[in-house]
């Protein structure tokens, strides 16, 4: 249809072009907008899985209270140590799977200097202690952790994850999921060597 | 006359942004000095569950979020500020955890963006209105002279002393011409589109006119034009920076303490560790949200774990006429054994029991019942209780009950 039939028939806005010049701007500002805004939605979607912890290479946080044996563990009480502290639970099945592993990682380098440390998390303590009987039981503390909190402050995002604490406090590595030898093989074992401490 | 009664249709408008604005700042901002539970609500609503996609740590049931919840009502209870509550959050799970980006970061985009856009959209509305009044605000000129105006423009085109030139009005005023040369060369000649054709070329021909400075009468039309759009543009332009205003204050402050608008209004009274929270704050919560029956079950167990039988009893029953609940009848028939009352809680246990026969708490409260009311069958219930949940911290005294009795 050309502009002066449109016009004849009283449809088209009549004063078309002198409002062009305002309209692309204002489109242009409008895209830009809508990209930015997608563009740093689609960055924080994108980051929302499991991930390092925003710990690591700050202190760790601390770790205290009564244990599934009945004691109470703190874990200032091992300055200057290099520990492990796993989260888990007995309903959560990798950490079924990869409780073997840190048993044998214990007793190869429990003599090197490595401490253990586990936090228990929303478990009831009689599964809780049948799971680790089942694995002949665990040579290290079990922190009870009945509503979550302490999981919570070491910043756990889903169980099973563990986190490597260096000598100076610091955390020094953190493993989401299940673990494997690798991941001991990279961090611990060089840590305890020394090579790790500052 | 008709300033007057745009002076008072100014003033009206201006007394309506100025409610607005107040109720965005009222809804906006705390309301009161809300509880403790309110507050937990509050900023547990604007932090993302560890372990769950997009939900926040308010609203999810999952593993970790009850015991975020409980770090949160934990330091809010100690006097720590919303946000230094938030950082503990971001110090352990990184920024991403704020549901609300922090408008320190790159989310600063996602909080001006509607600071930007509201005005923005404004200014474009209010250029196009003022486009469209201009020529409105100079027709008041009757028909008939428009269509004078329409004619000479065109005898004027046709006889060549008329020619457009290339500027937007110029095409404009090309096209009217033809929409008009058009309209009359129609065989079936269509009166309302002469009409409206002429309208149009006037329009065109007056606003093409007026960028000419040799053509001093419509020149001054529009100088006329333009003093009459004044106080009406300054009202516009107020207006606008009241909504720019309004929203630079809403995002101010909900970015700054942690009442944003969006954190729901159902509080969950619950949550773990809602017996920290006093009788008085619940009733105020129940007082806020009468319809609430989770409002009044909290108030319950407050009155409960006071020792306010009564009160403890009317507040379930509120909780039960509202939402009847199988949770809240049990509470309710375990108050009443507790208050010493165990014939009339007997029937509901009884009725409970049959629907949940492998449930300890019930059986235990059964199991007390029947005991208290001389019922033979109370050791046999209790001691399935025992069976069913060995470890349970009532289940010592229990065992004590039976072997003294």
């Known amino acids: 249809m050309s502009a002066p039939d449109a016009v004849a028939q009283g449809t088209a806005p009549p004063e078309e072009s002198p409002r062009r010049p305002l309209r692309r701007p204002a489109a242009v500002v409008l895209v830009v907008l809508v990209a930015l805004t997608g563009i740093v939605l689609a960055g924080r979607l994108g980051s929302t899985g499991p991930q390092d912890s925003a710990l690591l290479d700050g202190p760790a946080p601390g770790l205290t209270g009564p244990t599934l044996d009945g004691g109470t563990f703190e874990l200032a009480d091992w300055d200057g140590e290099v520990v492990l502290v796993n989260v888990w639970a007995s309903w959560c099945a990798p950490c079924r799977r990869e409780q073997p592993l840190l048993l044998e990682a214990h007793s190869a380098l429990g003599p090197q200097g490595l401490r253990i440390v586990g936090i228990d998390v929303r478990d009831d303590a009689d599964d809780a202690r049948a799971f680790l009987a089942e694995h002949g039981g665990a040579p290290w503390p079990n922190v009870v952790d009945p ?3 302490r999981a919570v402050e070491w910043g756990t995002f889903a169980l099973p994850e563990t986190y490597l604490v260096g000598r100076d406090g610091s955390v020094v590595a953190k493993a989401s999921g299940e673990l494997d030898a690798a991941w001991i093989d990279e961090h611990v074992v060089p840590l305890l060597a020394g090579e790790g401490a500052p | 006359m008709s300033s007057l009664r745009r002076v008072a249709g100014g003033l009206a408008v201006l007394a309506v942004l100025a409610v607005a604005v107040l109720g965005l700042v009222r809804a906006a901002g705390d309301g009161g000095r809300p509880s403790l539970e309110e507050r937990v609500a509050a900023v547990a609503g604007t932090i993302r569950c560890p372990t769950c996609q997009g939900l926040s740590v308010e609203d999810s049931s999952s593993v970790l979020a009850g015991g975020a919840r409980a770090i949160i009502e934990r330091q809010l209870a100690e006097g720590r500020t919303p946000d230094q509550v938030r950082q503990y959050f971001v110090d352990r799970y990184g920024e991403q955890v704020l549901l609300s980006p922090d408008p320190a970061g790159p989310g600063l985009v996602v909080w001006l963006a509607p600071a930007l856009g509201v005005p923005l959209v404004g200014v474009l509305v209010w250029a196009r209105l003022r486009r469209s009044r201009r020529p409105a605000a100079g027709a008041p ?16 085109y046709r006889e060549g002393r008329l020619v457009p030139d290339d500027s937007p009005a110029g095409d404009a005023l090309l096209g009217a011409l033809r929409a008009r040369q058009l309209a009359g060369t129609d ?26 400075p040799s053509a001093a009468g419509a020149t001054g039309r529009q100088a ?103 949770d809240v009848v049990l509470l309710r028939a375990g108050l009443l054994v507790r208050a010493g009352s165990p014939a009339e809680a007997l029937p509901v246990l009884a009725e409970l029991a049959g629907r949940y026969p492998d449930e300890p708490d019930v059986l235990l409260l059964l199991g007390l019942a029947q005991d208290r009311t001389g019922d033979a069958q109370g050791a046999t219930t209790l001691r399935r209780f025992l069976e069913l949940d060995p470890d349970s911290p009532a289940a010592p005294g229990v065992r004590r009950l039976l072997e003294g009795g």
């Open chain 1, 147 to 149: 509503d979550g909190v």
């Open chain 2, 141 to 156: 000129l009757p028909a008939p002279a428009a269509a004078g105006d329409a004619r000479a423009a065109l005898a004027d």
């Open chain 2, 187 to 212: 065989e079936l000649v269509d009166e309302d589109g002469v009409r409206r054709a002429e309208l149009r070329l006037a329009a065109a021909h007056r606003r093409y006119a007026a960028r000419l």
């Open chain 2, 224 to 326: 006329v034009t333009d003093g009459a759009a004044l106080p009406r543009r300054v009202l516009t332009v107020g207006s606008l920076v009241l909504v720019a205003g309004a929203a630079v204050v809403a995002v101010v402050l909900t970015a700054g303490d942690g009442t944003p608008a969006a954190a729901g209004p159902q509080a969950q009274p619950e949550v773990e560790g809602s017996s920290a929270t006093g009788p008085e704050e619940l009733l105020v919560a129940t007082q806020q949200r009468p319809d609430d029956p989770a409002a009044w079950v909290a108030l319950g167990r407050a009155y409960d774990h006071a020792g306010e039988y009564a009160d403890a009893l009317a507040a379930y029953d509120r909780a039960l006429a509202l939402r009847p609940a199988d």
